[in-house]
């Protein structure tokens, strides 16, 4: 496949595209058949794939062939591999063989799901694929779904149909200059995700109106707090219109309390949003339903089916209990689309910012038709199991602590040495204890044989290790566990 089966005009023979297409899906195969082969983290230094590719365009066609090479070459040593079966940082993402195929398919029929008639399958797919995932969630008829690329523009659509339901006009003539209209406020807990400071940010709201309030020992927002911080800011003239709960927070996995926060929100006529983008999908196995336990007291819930639903990026579900506001907050109608307005179909464009669209829905209906309820529920729950059982391994081990409930499959812990473990509430041995804690973890990471991450948990440095993706099976976890425990004893 050189440079001379690539024609001046057009695109390329389908013939060199089908040859090199059969290629990379027998690449992906064995790649995602044996994941563990190369190291979970890129090693390479910063700017080292920028310099193995030239500073100008080409001017001629480059042959698949070469650029296939350079794939493997420049682009491989430079990449984290999310799929691997060691990969335990920040949440599992998973590209499974069934999304995978559906991105392909999407990608080659390239539709705009911008509006129905621009390709009526794309909406009503996503349509339906969505009301599966609703009905499997244990949500009521009364939710209206839809497709976002992230939990972070879900947050931000959320807060501006909050912003639209307060009547303020604020579509129209905006929030700058406006004597008449209080400053907005908004509040989660100090755990929420900072996907929420950013829609803060880009709804016009500021940081300075979203209040973090405090959490319980098992770092849950406190209801108490929420309802002193609103009476608060009423008193001081202030406009409270927004609060977002979480279910699966991003540092624990805590579980705020949803039918305590729902009925503030009812009483104070706020509207709640619900960040189950990990958690949230616990809830298709009924034994863990109660984790949305409140939820129909919400305005709008985001799960994450990139996350813990084995759909590839990007995925991510909303759905809100008043379509109608969230319609009246982003709808436009210009002049060059009113010939694509069709009565009685949904035009998903008009319920949130973009307004080009990918064909996501054909991935999750395809995950869905896959593995089925029943299997998606298997693999949850068998990463809750593993998740427990490493939480017990680090209960059981006397150089060990574990910092946190683990009510899904990510554990947050630390490595104390019996040499410190007396005096760990000092100041200094605390320190000290935190940069044991650094230095474990990035020798793990660096040996490549796993991947984790940390937070802080009442000002204590914490590894975290979260178990989500399809690959991660139970000789993965038991390995990591070996792997840490073992680098620890050699510190």
């Not at 080409?58 to 420049?74: C, G, I, N, S, T």
């Not at 300075?208 to 008193?235: C, F, G, Q």
């Not at 099976?473 to 004893?489: L, Y």
């Amino acid at each position: 496949m050189n440079d001379a089966s690539i024609p001046s005009l057009g695109d390329i023979p389908p013939e060199t595209f089908r040859e090199m297409g059969h290629r990379m899906i027998d690449w992906i195969a064995e790649h995602l058949e044996h994941p563990g082969r190369v190291p979970v983290m890129a090693r390479t230094a910063p700017g080292a794939v920028r310099a193995a590719f030239p500073d100008r365009p080409p001017e001629r066609p480059v042959a698949l062939d070469a650029q296939w090479a350079q794939f493997q070459e420049a682009v491989l040593p430079g990449i984290t591999h999310w799929n691997h079966p060691a990969f335990f940082a920040f949440f599992g993402i998973t590209g499974s063989y069934p999304g995978i195929l559906a991105d392909l398919l999407a990608s080659a029929l390239n539709v705009n799901a911008m509006m129905w008639k621009m390709s009526p399958a794309a909406t009503e797919l996503e349509q339906v694929a969505l009301d599966w995932l609703r009905q499997g969630l244990g949500l009521s008829e009364r939710w209206f779904g839809m497709i976002q690329d992230t939990a972070s523009t879900a947050s931000l659509i959320a807060m501006t149909a909050a912003r639209e339901r307060i009547g303020a006009g604020i579509r129209e003539r905006g929030l700058a200059g406006r004597a008449d209209l209080p400053r907005l406020t908004a509040y989660c807990s100090d755990q929420t995700n900072y996907s929420v400071d950013k829609a803060a940010i880009a709804a016009g709201i500021g940081l300075e109106n979203l209040r973090k309030l405090p959490v319980d020992e098992a770092y849950r927002l406190r209801p108490e707090a929420l309802e002193e911080a609103i009476a608060e800011d009423r008193r001081a003239g202030r406009l409270p219109f927004f609060v977002c709960a979480t279910v699966g927070t991003t540092s624990t996995t805590s579980i705020d309390p949803l039918p305590a926060i729902a009925a503030i929100c009812r009483r104070e006529k706020l509207w709640l949003h619900v960040d189950g983008a990990y958690g949230g999908m616990a809830a298709l196995c009924p034994e863990l339903r109660r984790v949305l336990d409140g939820i129909e007291g919400a305005d709008s819930l985001v799960v994450n089916p990139h996350k813990w639903l084995f759909t590839p990026m990007d995925t991510s579900a909303f759905y809100t209990r008043d379509p109608e506001t969230l319609r009246r907050a982003f709808t436009l109608q210009p002049v060059y689309v009113k010939s694509a307005v069709t009565e009685d179909t949904i035009n998903f464009t008009d319920y949130s910012v973009p307004l080009g669209r990918r064909f996501r829905g054909l991935k999750l209906w395809m995950v869905l038709s896959t593995y089925g309820l029943e299997g998606l529920r298997a693999r949850i729950r068998e990463h809750i199991r593993l998740g427990q059982w490493l939480a017990a391994q680090i209960d059981a081990h006397p150089d060990f602590e574990r910092l946190a409930p683990v009510p899904f499959s990510t554990v947050c812990f630390r490595h104390v040495p019996r040499a410190l473990a007396g005096r760990k509430d000092d100041p200094s041995t605390a320190q000290e204890i935190d940069s044991v804690n650094q230095r474990l973890m990035n020798r793990l990471n660096d040996s490549g044989k796993l991947f984790m991450s940390n937070t802080v948990l009442g000002g204590r440095f914490a590894l975290r290790l979260a178990i989500g993706n399809i690959r991660s099976d139970e000789r993965a976890v038991r390995e990591a566990w070996g792997e840490i425990a073992g680098e620890a004893k050699r510190q």
